[in-house]
Each structure stands twice: as structure tokens, then as C-alpha cells.
T-cell receptor, first 111, second 115 residues
Framework: DQQVKQNSPSLSVQEGRISILNCDYT??????FLWYKKYPAEGPTFLIS???IKDKNEDGRFTVFLNKSAKHLSLHIVPSQPGDSAVYFC??????????WGAGTKLIIKP | DGGITQSPKYLFRKEGQNVTLSCEQN?????MYWYRQDPGQGLRLIYY???????QKGDIAEGYSVSREKKESFPLTVTSAQKNPTAFYLC??????????????FGEGSRLTVL
């Protein structure tokens, strides 16, 4: 049973427009959420996180929104740039300090 | 520069052979992790260690073994008991402090192919 789901395997967005990546979870005990970015043949790199006590966290072009009632979070990238083309993983953690990962969404930024 | 080094980057193994993947970090991080990534799936935790000489099984530990004799090193052995070992393996490390962030630092990964 997947506790963290990224239902879109891929997403294509025009350069300069907004990219919205979505993530759903089932475990209400998760108390923090993270987004990681991964280029091919490299390890993931941390992008942004949000605690369950917040509904929004912003860092430059990246904003993560958390809707606890819907058990849904999203990552917004504005404006999208060619270097943003990568696979984005959503991950969630609880008090056991272990992360549960989504399957990833491949973001393609078109020129 | 500080970071995590995994080696080898690519490895081929015959069925029935054990193989050891190296992971070294000079970040002075307490915790280290091994994950496995398969196409179309998220990262799955194999083993983790939060302190020297101690480690815990993750969700898919069967067929794998680890050791943590030094803070800097966390090698993973893929044994012949692992039924489907072909995958991309990722090592990560993390600071464990009073405020947990979930921010992991990853190596570049090792791709193991069983022939």
C-alpha cells in the first residue's frame, strides 16, 4: 500500500510558466513533507520542506502548499526554467524519522 | 569539498556472487542510509544506521547486509540471496540533532546489473 502517491509520472510545461507537481498521502501521522529533485544518474538533492503545522513554505521560485484535510501537497515552480527539468520526488516523514517516498514525477520544461 | 562518495558507479555481477558497494562521507553526519530505486518506484529503504556499530533493517533488507565500523563509512553487501538485485542504489547521510528536518544528502548512486 503506497502511503505517498505521485499520480502523474510526467509533466510538460512551457518555459516561463508555472509548474505544479502534486503529491497525495494517506497517513495522517506524517508531520513533515519534503520535495527532492533528481537529475539522471545522480542522487536526489533536497529542494524544500514543510512542517505539518504550516500550510505554505516559500523559497525563491519554489513554494510548497500543504492541505492537511485533503492529505495533499503541491510544489509550485514559478517561473519554470530549463534547468528545472528533472524528476521530482515527494517524501513524508513521521516521528520514527523514516521517510516514505513517492514514485516521482518527471518534469520537462519546453523552450 | 564535503560530500558522499559512492563506488563503483557501475557494477556487473554474475548470479550467485556477493558484491559490496562502498559509501563514504566526510560531512561528519551521524546517520547513514541505503536506498534502492527501481524504475517507476520511489526510493525504498534497505538499511540505516544512526550511530557507529549499530544499524537497523529498512523495508527491504532481505538479501542485503551492512556494517558501520566507522562514522564515515557504511558499505552495503548485496548477497546471492537477493532475488532481484539489478537496481540503482543510493547512499545518503543526515545530521541528527534536536530538530529533525528529513534533509538527506545523497551520493551519486551505484548501478548494479546482474548478468
Amino acid at each position: 500500500d503506497q502511503q505517498v502517491k505521485q499520480n502523474s509520472p510526467s509533466l510538460s510545461v512551457q518555459e516561463g510558466r508555472i509548474s505544479i507537481l502534486n503529491c497525495d498521502y494517506t497517513n495522517s501521522m506524517f508531520d513533515y513533507f519534503l520535495w527532492y529533485k533528481k537529475y539522471p544518474a545522480e542522487g536526489p538533492t533536497f529542494l524544500i520542506s514543510i512542517s505539518s503545522i504550516k500550510d505554505k513554505n516559500e523559497d525563491g521560485r519554489f513554494t510548497v502548499f500543504l492541505n492537511k484535510s485533503a492529505k495533499h501537497l503541491s510544489l509550485h515552480i514559478v517561473p519554470s526554467q530549463p534547468g528545472d527539468s528533472a524528476v521530482y520526488f515527494c517524501a513524508a516523514g513521521d516521528s520514527n524519522y523514516q521517510l516514505i517516498w513517492g514514485a516521482g514525477t518527471k518534469l520537462i520544461i519546453k523552450p | 569539498d564535503g560530500g558522499i562518495t559512492q563506488s563503483p558507479k557501475y557494477l556487473f555481477r554474475k548470479e550467485g556472487q556477493n558484491v559490496t558497494l562502498s559509501c563514504e562521507q566526510n560531512l561528519n553526519h551521524d546517520a547513514m542510509y541505503w536506498y534502492r530505486q527501481d524504475p517507476g518506484q520511489g526510493l525504498r529503504l534497505i538499511y540505516y544506521s544512526q550511530i557507529v556499530n549499530d544499524f537497523q533493517k529498512g523495508d527491504i533488507a532481505e538479501g542485503y547486509s551492512v556494517s558501520r565500523e566507522k562514522k564515515e563509512s557504511f558499505p552495503l553487501t548485496v548477497t546471492s540471496a537477493q532475488k532481484n538485485p539489478t537496481a540503482f542504489y543510493l547512499c545518503a547521510s543526515e545530521i541528527i540533532g534536536t530538530r529533525y528536518t528529513g534533509e538527506l544528502f545523497f551520493g551519486e548512486g551505484s548501478r548494479l546489473t546482474v548478468l
